[in-house]
């Protein structure tokens, strides 16, 4: 099925590390995977990487997020200054390339009402367009009562949150053994169980208005919930799971694409490709080559590849940005 030349792509899942903070050579990598990872590094502390793609032609647009998890570990929370630095750091880098960069805030879920605090600072001070929070902190899942707050803020503001996945210890000491696919089967399963725990304690019934991004990672436990989750004392869990969870494309494999898209509908599954961690190579061809073969329409390809990430930011194409309110 082939699509117009001005078929838009914008890639809601793309780091950046401001090179105030030095990030070292991963140490969960095998030796010869290093070079790999300087590579990556050098990647991620070069803003002009994020603009390649978009000045090719290959993409649209980058939803940027900071992960203060690769330069400050999460265990012990996340400082204030960090957080505020990194923000203020990720606006003026948006403010600088309007159109084609937009941010998420990186927020501590787990700090309570300075979580919320900081929510309040970047949408009405900074203009950032939602939110990037961790999965966990140590054993703790979303549904503590200490990230409350932040969630509040979020449903209140209707900024999304984007929850990545982090390294659970104790789980990725027993499948590192198995390589990267172990790391990625840990990661994935705190990103799907903080989830889970998002359903399950109440916490979407309690805010309605919050929208959960979770990444390609976290299917299991969403292909889970909406199989085995009804629960007579919570809201209908497919309801739930279409109106308050999405999920991006990360891997780009139809079959992950067709499964999220039967579970949650095609507004709800973003064009998100983790980079440059796991992909930096041109997306265009492989964008459109994985949603074909998923057997979507041509309306929901457009949608998943660019409509349903403006629609949950809030971001009107470039076009329309000078010409009244946004929708």
């Given amino acids: 099925m082939s699509q117009p030349a001005d078929f838009e792509i914008i890639d809601f899942h793309c780091h950046h590390v401001p090179d105030v903070w030095p990030l070292a050579e991963n140490a969960r990598a095998a030796p010869a995977e290093r070079v790999t990872w300087r590579r990556i590094n050098r990647r991620l ?60 805030a990186s927020v501590d879920a787990f700090a309570g009402e300075r979580g919320a605090a900081e929510v309040h600072r970047a949408a009405r001070d900074l203009g950032l367009r939602g939110l990037f929070v961790n999965s966990a902190r140590g054993e703790t899942l979303l549904d503590a009562p200490e990230a409350l ?11 999304p949150v984007f929850v990545h996945p982090v390294y659970p210890p104790a789980l990725s000491r027993q499948l590192a053994a198995y390589g990267q696919l172990g790391i990625l089967l840990a990661r994935g399963t705190v990103n799907a169980a903080t989830l889970v725990a998002l359903l399950r304690s109440g916490t979407f019934a309690a805010l ?66 983790d980079w440059p961690i796991v992909n930096d190579a041109p ?45």
């Fill in 45 to 104: 502390a070069d803003p002009s990487a994020l603009l390649e793609a978009i000045d090719d032609g290959d993409i649209d647009g980058r939803v940027v997020n900071i992960p203060t998890a690769l330069f400050e570990p999460p265990e012990n929370g996340i400082a204030d200054d960090t957080v505020r630095r990194a923000n203020d750091l990720l606006a003026a880098l948006v403010a600088r390339h309007p159109g084609r960069l937009y941010g998420l």
């Fill in 149 to 159: 707050p932040t969630l509040a803020a979020a449903a209140e503001l209707g900024l």
């Fill in 283 to 327: 997306i265009r061809e492989r964008t459109l080559a994985a949603l074909a073969a998923a057997g979507l329409s041509s309306k929901d390809q457009q949608a998943i590849a660019a409509g349903n990430v403006r629609r949950l930011l809030g971001a009107a194409p470039p076009a329309l940005q000078n010409s009244g309110p946004q929708p």
């Fill in 208 to 273: 309605p208005g919050l929208r959960v991004v979770v990444t390609t990672l976290a299917l299991g436990g969403v292909l889970l919930a909406a199989a085995l989750g009804e629960d007579d004392s919570q809201p209908p869990v497919a309801e739930t799971l279409r109106r308050n969870v999405f999920v991006d494309t990360m891997g780009l494999h139809p079959a992950s694409i067709r499964a999220s898209v039967d579970v949650l509908g095609a507004g709800n599954v973003l064009l998100g490709t």
